[in-house]
């Protein structure tokens, strides 16, 4: 009886080394693309993006900004202040960024943190328009999100999109906007890690061999 229950809880303890790395949100993007933000002679550029080849200009108006990262995707969040570095802001433009997870995860909902300012001109976008690849070439899949009352009313907040699921490398956003400008300082994509069929083959190998022990010894 006591092998058997030993053998239980290993055959639990590693069912969970598989399964709990899947509940893990997956690893910060490794970079991001899109369009520098700016406008109307006003700087709402993203001026910490770094990397690329060729490398961005982070201080021009609407600089194409390839292969580096900055402001959308290193977690601090703007406030009600439309000056705050942490924005990006574009004017009289639909802005669109595609971001590099740096594997094949499965992606469940993104995140956007917006900025509503009535007395600035900054309105939340119409609507989000998500793709999905695993090489940046096929975009198979999408997702359209429709903003809210909620996601409208005025301040800094996020808008979460509806639930999904989707296996994807790459995860581009398109932003339908509403007004004058478009405010963004996060995108978060909410992922979770696949398992390696090497791992769910162990996985069922050990599962036969313990239950076929536990019928043995029964």
């Known amino acids: ?6 053998l239980m809880a290993g055959l639990v303890t590693g069912v969970l080394l598989v399964l709990i790395p899947m509940s893990i949100a997956a690893a ?50 703007g406030t ?10 574009w004017g009289y433009w639909d802005p669109f960024v595609t971001i590099d997870l740096g594997a094949i995860v499965q992606v469940k909902q993104v995140s956007i943190h917006t900025l509503v300012n009535s007395s600035a ?3 939340c976008y119409a609507q989000v328009k998500l793709w999905f690849s695993d090489d ?10 429709l903003t809210t009352p909620a996601d409208k009313a005025e301040g800094a907040h996020w808008v979460n999109t509806q639930q999904f ?11 339908t906007r509403v007004g004058t400008w478009t405010f963004v300082s996060e995108i978060k994509p909410d992922s979770v890690a696949i398992p390696e069929p090497g791992s769910l083959l162990a996985l069922a190998t050990g599962l036969i ?3 076929g022990l536990v019928r043995r010894r029964r």
Not at 29 to 41: A, I
Not at 80 to 89: I, L, R
Not at 136 to 145: D, G, L, P, Q
């Open 136 to 145: 940046k070439v096929n975009w198979n899949a999408s997702e359209t999100y």
């Open 165 to 175: 699921s989707h296996a994807a490398r790459y995860v581009r956003a398109d932003f």
């Open 1 to 6: 009886m006591k092998t058997t229950r030993k």
């Open 209 to 211: 061999g313990a239950f």
């Open 80 to 89: 009600y202040d439309p000056s705050d570095v942490a924005w990006v802001g």
């Open 121 to 123: 001109a900054i309105a």
């Open 28 to 77: 910060a993007p490794l970079q991001y693309e899109m369009y520098n933000g700016g406008g109307m002679g006003v700087l709402y550029h993203d001026e910490t993006y770094l990397g690329g080849s060729p490398p961005g200009n982070e201080n021009l108006d609407y600089a194409p900004l390839w292969g580096g990262e900055g402001q959308i995707t290193n977690i601090a969040i």
